[in-house]
């Protein structure tokens, strides 16, 4: 869960705050993973709110080889222990995510590989001919 400190200053800045990920999208949901968390914001928000969470010893995580070619135009991703916020100021691919992960949802689907590519395939319009 995300912490007491955090959650007061992303409901004062009015932040959409949803569960996100295979906690969310997969039933039973796994015990072993994350606990993930989109977080929207209003785009006058961004530069304060990554200031702040750096402050409460948040981690962007936008280095990462899994982020890099995404996290550049939709989403900053943060970590802090086993909880990550993928906080973002783009309304449109906020819906894209939230539709993402309803459908992972809806489909029970179990297995990484094929939500990745759902994800990839609603967030970035990403097409991959089978092989």
């Not at 072993?32 to 709110?49: E, K, Q, R, S, Y």
């Not at 943060?78 to 949802?105: D, M, Y």
């Amino acid at each position: 869960m995300i912490d007491q400190e955090t959650m007061a200053y992303l409901n004062s800045i009015n932040a959409d705050i949803s569960p996100a990920g295979s906690r969310v999208t997969c039933s039973p949901p796994p015990a072993d993973t994350d606990a993930d968390f989109l977080v929207l914001i209003l785009p006058h928000d961004v530069a304060g709110c990554m200031a702040r969470l750096s402050m409460m010893i948040w981690i962007w995580e936008g280095s990462r080889e899994h982020y890099q070619n995404q996290a550049q135009d939709s989403f900053m991703p943060f970590r802090k222990g086993s909880v990550n916020l993928l906080v973002s100021a783009n309304a449109e691919w906020g819906r894209r995510h939230k539709a993402a992960t309803f459908v992972c949802t809806r489909l029970n689907l179990m297995n990484k590989d094929d939500r990745v590519t759902l994800f990839q395939a609603v967030l970035y319009g990403e097409c991959w001919s089978r092989k």
